[in-house]
């Protein structure tokens, strides 16, 4: 599976923008799909997933500001991030949990799309 992030940019504190995943073939709605972040220096963390087995999980950090939708028609996960904040200033990576023929979970990530807050 590839996936494949867009959406990225500069944008100033209480701005916002959308991130777009599309992903090389068809994702079924019972696997994990979403995005983490990673800032410099820090750790890759959540920031919000998708599946109809457990909805929608979000970051306490984005809760209220972000919503992530998924378009199963066009295979592709979105982020709509709005009131940006500096903090929010990261790498972006989507990613999708698909099992093998073993059973085994893969993760698959996409390359990460830059998101820079800042005035």
């Known amino acids: 599976v590839r996936l494949v992030e867009s959406g990225g940019g500069l944008v100033q504190p209480g701005g916002s923008l959308r991130l777009s995943c599309a992903a090389s073939e068809y994702i079924f709605r019972s696997y994990d799909m979403g995005w983490y972040r990673q800032a410099p220096g820090k750790q890759r963390e959540l920031v919000a997933t998708s599946t109809t087995s457990t909805g929608t999980n979000y970051a306490d950090s984005v809760k209220g500001r972000f919503t992530i939708s998924r378009d199963n028609a066009e295979n592709k996960v979105n982020l709509q991030m709005n009131n940006l904040k500096p903090e929010d200033t990261g790498v972006y990576f989507c990613?999708?949990?698909?099992?093998?023929?073993?059973?085994?979970?893969?993760?698959?990530w996409g390359r990460g799309t830059q998101v820079t807050v800042a005035s």
């Open positions: 990613y999708t949990s698909i099992p093998g023929a073993d059973g085994t979970m893969n993760n698959y």
